[in-house]
C-alpha cells in the first residue's frame, strides 16, 4: 500500500502562484510515475501534468509553459509548482502515483486539495 498525502492548496487571485506537494509513504518502493490530476464538478478527472521514473515530465496542453512538476526521489515528494493562475485552473487537484506490481501497475490517489482561482 502507498499513502500520499498532498499540501499547498488556496484562494489566489488570477496570476498568483501556488506549490502543491505530495508526499508518499509507506511501500513506495513500487512507485514509477507521479503526477497530478484536477477535477471540476460534472467533469471527468484530467490529467494536468505527471513526472516519470527518469524525470521525465508531461504536461497537458493547457499548462504548459505555466506548471512545473519536479519530483524528489529522495524523499518520494512530487511537486507542482503553478504560476500565472487563471479562473479555469478552479479545481481539486490530485496527486496520483503508478506503483509496479506483477500484473501490471496500481493507481494510488491522495484526498486531493481545493485550488480556486478568483478573477
Known amino acids: 500500500q502507498v499513502q500520499l498525502v498532498e499540501s499547498g492548496g488556496g484562494l489566489v487571485q488570477a496570476g498568483d502562484s501556488l506549490r502543491l506537494s505530495c508526499a508518499a509513504s509507506?511501500?513506495?518502493?513500487?512507485?514509477?510515475?507521479m503526477g497530478w490530476y484536477r477535477q471540476v464538478p460534472r467533469k471527468e478527472r484530467e490529467l494536468v501534468a505527471d513526472i516519470t521514473s527518469d524525470g521525465s515530465p508531461y504536461y497537458a496542453d493547457s499548462v504548459k509553459g505555466r506548471f512545473t512538476i519536479s519530483r524528489d526521489f529522495a524523499e518520494n515528494t512530487v511537486y507542482l509548482q503553478m504560476n500565472s493562475l487563471k479562473p479555469e485552473d478552479t479545481a481539486v487537484y490530485y496527486c496520483h502515483a503508478g506503483c509496479r506490481v506483477v500484473a501490471g501497475t496500481d493507481d494510488y490517489w491522495g484526498q486531493g486539495t481545493q485550488v480556486t482561482v478568483s478573477s
Open positions: 509507506g511501500e513506495s518502493g513500487c512507485i514509477s510515475a
